[in-house]
């Protein structure tokens, strides 16, 4: 019986003949679809992961530098709008919170 480590076993066509010599229903090389065959080599072992490309490198980097500024224009704006309201100055208020502007005076002459 052969086995390449792959979870696939299979006899091999001289062994399935010699071990049903004696039997009733004996196998013939002639019954054997792979019989002519040699046993296939075992496959190589897969090749590791490359690296990425030098190309992808500076695209990154870019990346990178995008989500960093966002995250600290994000964050600064959260400390801004934190500290305004321990203030009483909310950075959001509701139009019905305004103050309602005057009407100015019409200047009859």
Same mark, same amino acid.
């Given at each position: 019986? !052969?086995?390449? =480590?792959?979870?696939?076993?299979?006899?091999? &066509? $001289? /062994?399935?003949?010699?071990?049903?010599?004696?039997?009733?229903?004996? @196998? %013939?090389?002639?019954?054997?679809? /792979? &019989?002519?065959? =040699?046993?296939?080599?075992?496959? #190589?072992?897969?090749?590791?992961?490359?690296? #990425?490309?030098?190309? $992808?490198?500076? +695209?990154?980097?870019?990346? !990178?530098?995008?989500?960093?500024? &966002?995250?600290?224009? %994000? &964050?600064?704006? +959260?400390?801004? !709008? /934190?500290?305004?309201?321990?203030?009483?100055?909310? @950075?959001?208020?509701?139009?019905?919170?305004?103050? $309602?502007?005057?009407?100015?005076?019409?200047? =009859?002459?």
């Amino acid at each position: 019986m !052969m086995d390449f =480590q792959s979870g696939v076993s299979f006899f091999d &066509a $001289q /062994y399935l003949i010699t071990e049903t010599a004696g039997l009733r229903c004996p @196998v %013939t090389a002639d019954r054997v679809a /792979y &019989a002519d065959r =040699q046993s296939p080599p075992p496959s #190589p072992p897969p090749s590791p992961p490359s690296a #990425p490309p030098a190309e $992808q490198s500076p +695209v990154v980097l870019i990346i !990178m530098i995008v989500f960093a500024v &966002a995250f600290v224009v %994000t &964050a600064s704006f +959260v400390v801004v !709008m /934190y500290r305004r309201e321990r203030q009483g100055d909310p @950075v959001f208020v509701s139009f019905k919170d305004l103050p $309602q502007a005057k009407p100015a005076a019409d200047a =009859q002459a």
